[in-house]
Nanobody, 127 residues
C-alpha cells in the first residue's frame, strides 16, 4: 500500500514560481518506486508532466514543461518535489503525484504504469 499527499498548489500570476511536494507513505522501499507528476485541466485528459526513477538518476519531462519544471526526490524523506518556474496560464490544472509499479519503466508517460495516486493539488495561473 502506498499513500501520497500533494501540497504546494495555489493561485499565482503568470511568471511566478511554485514548489509542489508529494509526501509518500509506503511499505515498499521508496527508492524502488518510480515517481511521476501528471496534471489535468478542466475538460481535458490527464497528461504526463515529469517522472523520476527510483534512484533519482533518470528524469524526463513533457515537451510543454521542459526547461521550466524540475522534478527531484529525497529518498531519505520519502518526498518528491516539482519546482515550477515561469508559470503560464496554460499550466492551470490539478497536479497529481503518482507512484509507479517499478523503479523504472519505458512507459513512464502512461498513467496505467502508475498504481497509486494522490488526490491532487490545484494550480491556477492568472494572466
Amino acid at each position: 500500500q502506498v499513500q501520497l499527499v500533494e501540497s504546494g498548489g495555489g493561485l499565482v500570476q503568470a511568471g511566478d514560481s511554485l514548489r509542489l511536494s508529494c509526501a509518500v507513505t509506503s511499505r515498499r522501499t521508496f527508492s524502488n518506486i518510480m515517481m511521476g507528476w501528471f496534471r489535468q485541466a478542466p475538460e481535458k485528459e490527464r497528461e504526463f508532466v515529469a517522472v523520476i526513477s527510483g534512484s533519482g538518476l533518470r528524469t524526463y519531462y513533457a515537451d510543454s514543461v521542459k526547461d521550466r519544471f524540475t522534478i527531484s526526490r529525497d529518498n531519505a524523506k520519502n518526498t518528491v518535489t516539482l519546482q515550477i518556474n515561469s508559470l503560464k496560464p496554460e499550466d492551470t490544472a490539478v497536479y497529481y503525484c503518482a507512484a509507479g509499479r517499478a523503479q523504472w519503466t519505458s512507459y513512464y508517460y502512461a498513467p496505467d504504469d502508475y498504481d497509486y495516486w494522490g488526490r491532487g493539488t490545484q494550480v491556477t495561473v492568472s494572466s
